[in-house]
C-alpha cells in the first residue's frame, strides 16, 4: 500500500492551503487566487476528496470484513453509517457496496487511494473489470486494471464504463472471438441478476423509478409506453394545449400511469395484508369540505385541497374517530389474519414501517404482533404495528424463547403510553436502551380524520 500512504500524505498540506484559504469569513479569503490559482486550487479540493473517499471505502471494507457493526453496534454497516454519519438509507448502502467492490482489485485500490481516480472513476472501472470473463489469467487482470487506470486520465465514469470490453484487444487478442461468443450468455446472466424495480419518495413531492430488466422484457416495456407516448405527443402536436409536454419523457410517465389506473379500475389487484392494493388519504371531514388543514398520503407526502378532492370524488370513505394524538380507535378481532379494517387503522396510524429511519411505505408492510399470536397475543390495534419484511424479522422473537423476555441484545418494539410504537435499540446501540422514535410520529396529526381509500 506504498502508493496509497503517499496519497493520504498529502492531505494535510492540501487541508492546511483550504483552511487558509476559507477559515476566516471576514477575510480576502479565495478573493486572493488568481483564476488560474482558482483552478488548481478546485483541482486540489476534487484529489483531497478522492483520498479521503479512499480512506473511508478501505474502513467501510474491514468494517464489512469483519462484520464489526453487527458486533458493536448490532446492525449492518449501512445501518450505521446512516445513523452516525447522517447518510440515508440508500447512499449507506452505495457506499458499503462501491467500497466493497473497489477493493476486489489491488491495483485500483491504490490508485484510488493516491487520488489518480476519482472513487465515481474507481467505480466504474471496478465495474468493467467485474464483467471480465472469470477465467482471465491473473496477468491478464491486472494488465486490464492497469489500461482502465491509465485511460482514466483522458476519459470521464461514463466513458469508461463504455470502454470495457475494447480491453479483450488489449489483454486477450487471441481469445477475442472466443470470449464474445461468451459475452451474450454471461449478459444474459447478469440481466437476470440485476433485473429489479424501485419506487420510492424522494421526501419533496415526487416518487422515483429505477428498474433494470433484460433484453426482451425491456423491448416489451418499452414497446407499449412508447405506444401510448407517440399517440399522445401527436395529439399534442395537431392540438396544442396551455400544458402540452415539451419532451416524450413525461408522455411515458402519463403511458404508464394510464396503464396502472385502467388495472386499478378493474380491481385486478391481489390481495395484501387483508386488503387490495389501495392508496390512503388521511384528512378530516372539515378539510375537505373547506380546503384547509392537513391533507397527506399514508406515506407522508402532503396534497393541495384541489388534489384531495380530485381523489375524493371516487374513493371509499372510511370514517375514524382519533385521539387528542392522532391514534384511532382499536377495530381489532380475535382473529390471527389481519382484517380489511384493522389494516386500515394499522396504515392510518403508523404510515408505514415504525422502525426509526425505514422509509418503506404501508403498502411492502406487514402487521407484526407485538405479543405473538402463537404466545396468546390478539389480533388487535394495540398488538400490531407495521413493518417492513427486513425490520420484522429484526424484531421477531425467536421461537423458544419467551416472547417479552428482555434481551439486551435485541430490537424490540412496543406500544407507548400515547399508543404509538416506539422501538427499543440493544446495548450495542445504546447502552441505555432509549426508546427510539419513526420522525415521522414528530409531524403534525390531524386529531379528527377521515381517510379516503382508492
Not at 457493526?69 to 452505495?94: D, I, N
Not at 483522458?154 to 470502454?163: G, K, Q, V, W, Y
Not at 381523489?311 to 394524538?325: N, Q, S
Request: glycine fraction near 8%.
Amino acid at each position: 500500500m506504498d502508493n496509497a500512504t503517499t496519497g493520504f500524505e498529502v492531505i494535510p498540506a492540501l487541508g492546511s492551503v483550504l483552511s487558509n484559504a476559507i477559515a476566516a469569513p471576514e477575510g480576502p479569503g479565495l478573493s486572493l487566487f488568481t483564476d488560474e490559482g482558482l483552478a488548481e486550487l478546485a483541482t486540489a479540493s476534487d484529489r483531497l476528496v478522492s483520498i479521503a473517499e479512499a480512506a473511508r471505502a478501505a474502513v467501510v471494507r474491514e468494517l464489512e470484513a469483519r462484520q464489526a457493526t453487527e458486533e458493536v453496534a448490532s446492525c449492518s454497516v449501512a445501518e450505521w453509517l446512516r445513523r452516525e454519519h447522517g447518510h440515508t438509507a440508500q447512499r449507506a448502502r452505495t457506499v458499503v457496496k462501491d467500497s466493497v467492490r473497489i477493493g476486489a482489485f489491488p491495483e485500483l485500490v491504490n490508485a484510488h487511494a493516491s487520488g489518480e481516480v476519482s472513487t465515481a472513476q474507481a467505480v466504474a472501472i471496478a465495474r468493467t473489470l467485474e464483467e471480465l470473463p472469470d477465467d482471465l489469467a491473473i496477468a491478464e487482470l491486472e494488465a486490464a486494471t492497469a489500461t482502465m487506470i491509465g485511460l482514466a486520465a483522458e476519459h470521464d465514469p461514463s466513458e469508461l464504463a463504455r470502454l470495457g470490453w475494447r480491453l479483450l484487444e488489449n489483454v486477450a487478442p487471441d481469445r477475442v472471438e472466443e470470449i464474445l461468443a461468451e459475452q451474450l450468455e454471461r449478459e444474459e446472466k447478469r440481466a437476470a441478476a440485476r433485473r429489479g424495480l424501485k419506487i420510492f419518495s424522494d421526501h419533496q413531492g415526487s416518487w422515483i423509478l429505477k428498474g433494470s430488466f433484460d433484453a426482451v422484457e425491456g423491448e416489451e416495456l418499452a414497446a407499449i409506453l412508447n405506444a401510448y407516448a407517440e399517440s399522445a405527443w401527436k395529439k399534442a402536436i395537431d392540438e396544442p394545449y396551455p400544458d402540452s409536454p415539451k419532451d416524450r419523457s413525461r408522455l411515458l410517465a402519463d403511458a404508464l400511469m394510464q396503464i396502472v389506473r385502467a388495472h386499478q379500475a378493474r380491481a385486478d389487484g391481489p390481495v395484501h395484508g387483508g386488503d387490495r392494493p389501495r392508496v390512503t388519504l388521511i384528512l378530516s371531514l372539515g378539510a375537505l369540505v373547506t380546503g384547509l388543514g392537513e391533507m397527506v398520503l399514508a406515506g407522508g407526502s402532503s396534497l393541495t385541497a384541489a388534489e384531495a378532492r380530485r381523489l375524493a370524488c371516487d374513493c371509499d370513505l372510511i370514517p375514524a374517530v382519533l385521539d387528542g394524538l392522532g391514534v384511532p380507535l382499536d377495530v381489532g378481532r380475535e382473529k390471527r389474519l389481519v382484517t380489511p379494517e384493522i389494516r386500515a387503522a394499522l396504515v392510518l396510524r403508523d404510515r408505514g414501517c415504525a422502525f426509526p429511519g425505514c422509509d418503506r411505505p404501508p403498502s411492502v408492510c406487514e402487521a407484526h404482533h407485538i405479543m405473538p399470536w402463537w404466545a396468546g397475543g390478539p389480533t388487535s390495534l394495540d398488538n400490531l404495528v407495521l413493518l417492513c419484511p427486513h425490520h420484522h424479522r429484526r424484531v421477531e422473537p425467536g421461537r423458544g424463547q419467551a416472547w417479552d423476555t428482555d434481551n439486551p441484545h435485541r430490537w424490540a418494539i412496543r406500544l407507548g403510553a400515547d399508543r404509538l410504537p416506539e422501538v427499543i435499540p440493544p446495548t450495542g446501540w445504546d447502552p441505555q436502551r432509549r426508546p427510539r422514535r419513526h420522525t415521522r410520529y414528530t409531524l403534525s396529526r390531524s386529531t379528527r380524520s377521515t381517510p379516503l381509500r382508492r
